[in-house]
T-cell receptor
């Protein structure tokens, strides 16, 4: 089964440390999304890419967050420096524009900043 | 105002009941519409697409009203296994397809 793969699955880090989350989209998908989910906010769209180009990162705190796609098989989300309020589940999802716009999620990266 | 709004619930229903969820969206240029299901501590998964003509998949029926910017999901003969959070999803064409999720409606089906 083709699936979106995210690493790490779980991460506990100290405030001020850099955190990098990685995502391998489904092969052939040209659109990649990063979401953050907390109990209070639900699923927030942080950023998304089409053909590796960033289309919208308006949901992302710019001072500490950055998202990139170094190549078609890898998307990264970096937080530097991390803060306790960044504790959340970060989901990556991918899809292919033109096939009904359905997206498929990875299992998420569970981040705790202490 | 949120782009996609849902009643958070929770909805507590007995097995066998029929339950309906509603969702409204604010962008009239929205293109595609879906319902996703999310189990506790799991990733969201596609439940079904939503069309103006209506879409039925077994016990699940989804409907879109573009004029009212309103999406619905009906679950008939509820099962214990239907207990989950149901997420209303809308896409907007912004060069790609910006995919926006509602906060979800929590459903508990009781024996």
């Amino acid at each position: 089964d083709a699936r979106v793969t995210q690493t790490p699955r779980h991460k506990v880090t100290e405030m001020g440390q850099e955190v990098t989350m990685r995502c391998q989209p489904i092969l052939g998908h040209n659109t990649v999304f990063w979401y953050r989910q907390t109990m209070m906010q639900g699923l927030e769209l942080l950023a998304y890419f089409r053909n590796r180009a960033p289309l919208d990162d308006s949901g992302m705190p710019k001072d500490r967050f950055s998202a990139e796609m170094p190549d078609a098989t890898l998307a990264t989300l970096k937080i530097q420096p991390s803060e306790p309020r960044d504790s959340a589940v970060y989901f990556c999802a991918s899809g292919f524009s033109g096939t009904g716009n359905t997206i498929y999620f990875g299992e998420g990266s569970w981040l705790t900043v202490v | 105002r949120k782009e996609v709004e849902q009643d958070p619930g929770p909805f507590n229903v007995p097995e066998g009941a029929t339950v309906a969820f509603n969702c409204t969206y604010s962008n009239s240029a929205s293109q595609s519409f879906f319902w996703y299901r999310q189990d506790c501590r799991k990733e969201p998964k596609l439940l079904m697409s939503v069309y103006s003509s209506g879409n039925e998949d077994g016990r699940f029926t989804a409907q879109l009203n573009r004029a009212s910017q309103y999406i619905s999901l009906l679950i008939r003969d509820s099962k214990l296994s239907d207990s989950a959070t149901y997420l209303c999803v809308v896409t907007v064409n912004t060069g790609g397809f910006k995919t926006i999720f509602g906060a979800g409606t929590r459903l508990f089906v009781k024996a």
